[in-house]
Nanobody
């Protein structure tokens, strides 16, 4: 069983930056696909950025060039560096994990049911 704890959310002005962190309870990041999802009020949860155990990354089109996903496997911490934040980035951000490989296809098609382990979320508000 993997436990995930997000941190780093907050309120920023348009154009600002935040870095989210996701700490795992076990040696997770070498053997799991880990993905940041977000959910805005009234909208479906969407995949934002994912990283395989081998370091391959995927990004939603809406965040390419602005967000960077990375991991420190030795510390079991996943990061999401977010730059040039826009009001439409406002959402609850969740860290999610699944064993070994990320789902196929575009990250926009990944769903909550593709991932078995979730954190509690951290709020990001851009105004």
């Amino acid at each position: 069983h993997v436990q995930l704890v997000e941190s780093g959310g907050g309120s920023v002005q348009t154009g600002g930056s935040l870095t989210l962190s996701c700490a795992a309870s076990t040696d997770t990041y070498d053997n799991y696909c880990v993905t940041w999802f977000r959910q805005a009020p009234g909208k479906e949860r969407e995949g934002v950025a994912g990283i395989d155990g081998d370091g391959r990354t995927r990004y939603a089109d809406s965040v390419k060039g602005r967000f960077t996903i990375s991991k420190d496997a030795a510390k079991n911490i996943l990061y999401l560096e977010m730059n040039s934040l826009q009001p439409e980035d406002t959402a609850m951000y969740y860290c999610a994990a699944r064993f070994i490989f990320c789902p196929g296809g575009n990250i926009a098609t990944w769903t909550s049911s593709d991932f078995g382990f979730w954190g509690q979320g951290t709020q990001v508000t851009v105004s």
